[in-house]
């Protein structure tokens, strides 16, 4: 029963052609777009979302389809590393560059 479940759930996934964009992708962005340096954590607590959805964030934000961006990244110590958002370019269609 939990096996057709997660087989339902997979297809109804599939078949809404999900595009990895989301209300947590805005967050994100809103938080980190004042150029500061910032740590997972922090976003994290600021956003609602999990440490590694916004690793993935992050990553997706330096693709081509969501505009090239730079997000620099340094290390801090104790395994911790802080992140840079830099918005590449400053066009009327921010938002569509976004992907949201």
Known sequence: MIIQYIIDRIRSLKSNDFD???HQHERIFNFINDGKWTTLREIAAAT????????????????????????????VGNG?????????????????????
Request: no cysteine; hydrophobic share 30%; glycine share 10%.
């Open 20 to 22: 990895g964009v989301t």
């Open 48 to 75: 609602g979302a999990p440490e590694a959805s916004i690793s993935a964030h992050l990553r997706d934000l330096r693709k081509a389809k969501y505009g090239s961006h730079i997000v620099d990244k340094r290390y």
């Open 80 to 100: 911790v590393y802080q992140y840079r958002f830099i918005f590449n370019g400053t066009t009327d269609d921010t938002q569509e560059t976004l992907g949201f």
